[in-house]
């Protein structure tokens, strides 16, 4: 039976649960366990999906075709455990549920109340498909206090109530700000969130403190004193350089080390963290830069392109050079800015995105490549553009466009209105729903052979995951390969390109799909990783 660990947050939001969820969850499997991960986000909407990437951060998609927080592309670099539908969950979707309930007559006769008919859907989240793990995170979006969370901190408070204190414990993740004026850490913000937790009926097991530098021992025990937990219960998660010294700080604390005790498990064997010891080393060592340029328009959040951003660190690491991102954003980008703003360049990147806004930057960034032999990579809406770039350019087709965009032209990209996905087809129309109704999750793709994408691949067939609403249309396919394209991966009925590359280039590839939500810090994706190689090549000349 899974024995659950519940992840909250005080003081201020963004402090970390995320990544102390995923490198909790690495240490414990490095200690011979079987773990999965789960979201708890307090915000309405059904799901990340149609929120701006400026305000809450790239949206992470799993196989299973789920929209989902981007904490759980975390969960998966760190843990490499494939996430699921069932791992994030929104208040959005329990009301849903809820009131679907309540009309088909499911609660008749009753008054449908927070307490229980929302607690028990979202325990009913929590505690479902768990009897192959032997350790269930679940990450509570949010601080404690919030209003909307409420419902949740009192569905995991039942819970810990249900299973016990031997199946359920509670760490909470604070702040411990440093005030340089006083030259001190300040403890109190951390006694007001842990009051406050108490107040809704949690005592916390574990107290993560996050500050910028190590936490004294004198501030420590005075924590540990007002909250009412062991000294060594205290954990100092200080800033560090890179994402992948947090599990192995982690352990020094001891936090995994007082988990296993909370629970009554063996905590004393010998831990190897050789892998994670091996990347920060890597970070001190490697010798050199490349500069990839990334134009796209969401540049005002970095958040908006993590899983970019570490699959990029993943290829450099595999390259054994450093990955310089040089954001660009494509909206105030024009075909006059190219020679000063990407000569230094030794790649260029257009990631996916949505809207007309920052086309023909876009579209600049994509003759620059073409036009100057630098290595080229485009994502998803990056691989449509490069299409229309060459439609225009290449095929004879001035007026090529998206369907997305406004004004006349020809559309060589449209919306998407059928495809296969299993033995069923998919429909779809532009005035619907525009939440959840793209091409999400993993689909297959056949690679034709002699191909770039089938030697990066070294297989005719692949996996890869998708989120989108357009396509190139294939009526043009005919057309853009005589200009010079080779469409040479596509869906396995032949209807949808996903891979287009330009062979009288050095390294121009385009991808329908996301392939950084794959990429692993031990085992780098390898269309990042050859594109980061090429880049290196360029950078040699």
């Known amino acids: 039976m899974a024995r659950f660990i519940f992840i909250t947050g005080g003081v201020v939001s963004s402090l970390g649960k995320g990544l102390a969820s995923a490198s909790l969850g690495a240490l414990l499997q490095a200690r011979g366990y079987k773990v999965r991960l789960r979201k708890l986000d307090p915000y309405l909407n059904v799901d990340p999906g149609t929120m701006s990437p400026t305000q809450h951060g790239e949206v992470f998609v799993t196989d299973d075709g789920a929209e989902t927080d981007l904490d759980l592309g975390h969960y998966e670099r760190f843990t490499d455990v494939t996430s699921r539908r069932g791992d994030n969950v929104t208040t959005g979707q329990i009301y849903s549920t809820l009131l679907a309930k309540e009309r088909r007559g499911d609660y008749l006769g009753g008054t449908v109340q927070v307490i229980p008919h929302v607690t028990d859907l979202i325990k009913q989240f929590v505690l479902k498909d768990t009897d192959d793990v032997d350790f269930l995170l679940c990450e509570i979006g949010g601080t404690v206090g919030d209003i909307e969370a409420l419902p949740f901190f009192e569905s995991i408070r039942q819970i810990g109530y249900e299973l016990g204190r031997d199946q359920a414990i509670y760490i909470h993740l604070t702040l411990v700000p440093y ?135 993943h290829a450099g690491r595999a390259n054994d050079i450093k990955v310089k991102i040089n954001w660009i954003n494509s909206r105030n980008f024009l075909r006059e800015d190219s020679a ?6 030794h790649g260029i990147l257009v990631p996916g995105g ?21 290595p080229f990579f485009g994502i998803c809406y990056g691989m449509q553009i490069a299409v229309i770039e060459a439609a225009r350019n290449l095929a004879g ?66 996996s890869e995951r998708h989120r989108h609403r357009y396509e ?18 596509m869906s396995p009925d032949g209807a949808l390109p996903e891979i287009i590359e ?37 950078s040699q000349k």
């Open 179 to 313: 005030l340089g004026a006083a030259k001190e850490l300040k403890t109190k913000p951390t006694q007001h969130s842990v009051r406050e937790l108490r107040s809704i009926g949690i005592q916390p097991d574990i107290l993560l403190c996050r500050a910028e530098r190590d936490l004294p021992e004198s501030e420590r025990k005075k924590i540990a004193l007002f909250s009412n937990i062991p000294e060594e219960c205290v954990i100092s998660g200080p800033d560090v350089r890179s994402v992948y010294q947090v599990p192995i700080k982690y352990h020094q604390e001891g936090m995994d080390t007082q988990v296993l005790k909370r629970f009554g498990l063996p905590y004393d064997s010998e831990l190897n963290l050789s892998k994670w010891e091996k990347l920060v080393q890597q970070d001190i060592t490697v010798k050199g830069e490349i500069n990839i340029a990334i134009v796209g328009k969401y540049t005002g959040l970095k958040d908006a392109y993590k899983s970019l951003i570490e699959a990029l660190d």
């Open 340 to 345: 000063e703003k990407l000569s230094n360049m």
């Open 502 to 538: 330009n062979p009288k280039h050095p390294w121009f590839v385009g991808v329908q799909f996301h392939p950084e939500f794959k990429s692993r810090p031990f085992d780098a994706h390898p269309v990042f990783k050859e594109f980061v190689a090429a880049a290196l090549k360029h």
């Open 472 to 489: 190139v249309n294939v009526n043009y396919k005919e057309q853009l390969e005589k200009a010079g394209l080779v469409f040479s991966g």
């Open 354 to 374: 949505f809207g007309e806004d920052g086309v023909k930057g876009k579209i600049a960034a994509v003759t620059f490549a073409r036009e100057n032999d630098v």
């Open 397 to 462: 087709i001035p007026d090529a466009k998206s369907s997305e965009f406004s004004g006349e032209g020809t559309n060589v990209v449209g919306i998407m209105s059928e495809w296969t996905k299993g033995d069923a087809k998919e429909y779809r129309n532009k005035s619907g729903n525009l939440g959840g109704t793209m091409r999400l999750g993993a689909y297959d793709c056949d690679i034709k052979a002699g191909t770039l994408a089938h030697k990066i691949y070294g297989s005719a067939q692949i």
